[in-house]
């Protein structure tokens, strides 16, 4: 089983930039972001492999958000940048521990932290 706990995130302006972290408790592969906003259901935000050669973004913030990870502090980090009202959401951050490709299938999941974009 692994942990995964997620910190940073809270209330910034429209066009302001804010970061979140997600730290896992043990060695995991492919990681990723997930948001959801109140009445709507969850959406994936970012992808980053194991060696983090390879990302993948939703095109909703592809240009703003930065994914990124340190495999020596099995930590993920996303960078948000010109953050939009739109962008408020509770974001989760997502792991597998067996390898492959693809971007939706993970096993453990964070409990999120809320970000809010005010307009």
């Known amino acids: 089983q692994v942990q995964l706990v997620e910190s940073g995130g809270g209330l910034v302006q429209a066009g302001g930039s804010l970061s979140v972290s997600c730290t896992a408790s043990?060695?995991?592969?492919?990681m990723g972001w997930f948001r959801q906003a109140p009445g709507k259901e969850r959406e994936f935000v970012a992808g980053i492999s194991w060696s983090g050669g390879s990302t993948y973004y939703a095109d909703s913030v592809k240009g703003r958000f930065t994914i990124s990870r340190d495999n020596a502090k099995n930590t993920v980090y996303l960078q948000m940048n010109s953050l939009k009202p739109e962008g408020t959401a509770v974001y989760s951050c997502?792991?597998?521990?067996?390898?492959?490709?693809?971007?939706?299938?993970?096993?453990?999941w964070g409990q999120g932290t809320q970000v809010t974009v005010s307009s």
């Open positions: 997502a792991a597998r521990d067996w390898p492959g490709s693809g971007w939706s299938e993970y096993d453990y």
């Open positions: 043990g060695r995991t592969f492919t």
